[in-house]
């Protein structure tokens, strides 16, 4: 841990050591806010290597499964919003780490026949035809996903747009 003789008078930040540490990134991976950053090699220099947190991960699939369970039990559009809400805003958070691509393609590969098997009574599955024009900015219309109510679930295995991430 630092001294906290430096970051008091120096930095003047008051630490709490329970919370802190001091990591070589080189020789192990830190977590912080749900990411893991460590410090890989990459020609003569190191780069940051970040990804989700394996609890943050598992967290999100179980959230996911819950927002699934209750589209089933309620297909209405209200519940279809809630949970691309929730994708989005798990795109949005982890949108700056640098190896989310393959972390979210597990993700969708692991929700995949939960999603499928339970929304196929209620909803339509089909690639989007006239999706609203967040859906067509946001994600590939070259997809599959299912439609609730009228609204096209942010839930196929594809890439966005821009090839940042996969959705799940």
Same mark, same amino acid.
């Given at each position: 841990?630092?001294?906290?003789?430096?970051?008091?008078?120096?930095?003047?930040?008051?630490?709490?050591?329970?919370?802190s540490?001091?990591?070589?990134?080189?020789?192990?991976?830190?977590?912080?806010?749900?990411?893991?950053?460590?410090?890989?090699?990459?020609?003569?220099?190191?780069?940051?290597?970040?990804?989700?947190?394996?609890?943050?991960?598992q967290?999100?699939?179980?959230?996911?499964? /819950? !927002?699934?369970?209750?589209?089933?039990?309620?297909?209405?559009? =209200?519940n279809? &919003?809630? +949970?691309?809400? *929730?994708?989005?805003?798990?795109?949005?958070?982890?949108?700056r780490?640098?190896?989310?691509?393959?972390?979210?393609?597990?993700?969708?590969?692991?929700?995949?026949?939960?999603?499928?098997?339970?929304?196929?009574?209620?909803?339509?599955? /089909? !690639?989007?035809?006239?999706?609203?024009?967040?859906?067509?900015? =946001?994600?590939? &219309?070259? +997809?599959?996903? *299912?439609?609730?109510?009228?609204?096209?679930?942010?839930?196929?295995?594809?890439?966005?747009?821009?090839?940042?991430?996969?959705?799940?």
């Open positions: 841990m630092m001294e906290p003789c430096f970051l008091k008078p120096r930095l003047k930040l008051d630490i709490s050591p329970e919370k540490q001091v990591v070589n990134l080189r020789k192990r991976e830190s977590e912080f806010l749900g990411f893991t950053i460590r410090a890989n090699k990459k020609g003569k220099k190191r780069v940051a290597h970040t990804g989700i947190k394996a609890d943050k991960r967290k999100i699939k179980k959230e996911a499964k /819950e !927002h699934i369970r209750r589209i089933k039990a309620s297909p209405s559009a =209200l279809a &919003l809630l +949970f691309n809400s *929730f994708v989005s805003g798990i795109h949005h958070y982890f949108k780490a640098t190896h989310v691509n393959p972390e979210f393609s597990r993700l969708a590969y692991d929700l995949q026949a939960f999603v499928y098997n339970r929304l196929k009574p209620v909803g339509k599955y /089909e !690639h989007p035809a006239n999706p609203p024009p967040t859906y067509k900015k =946001l994600y590939s &219309l070259g +997809f599959k996903t *299912f439609k609730i109510a009228n609204v096209y679930l942010f839930v196929s295995s594809g890439r966005c747009k821009n090839g940042k991430y996969n959705e799940f």
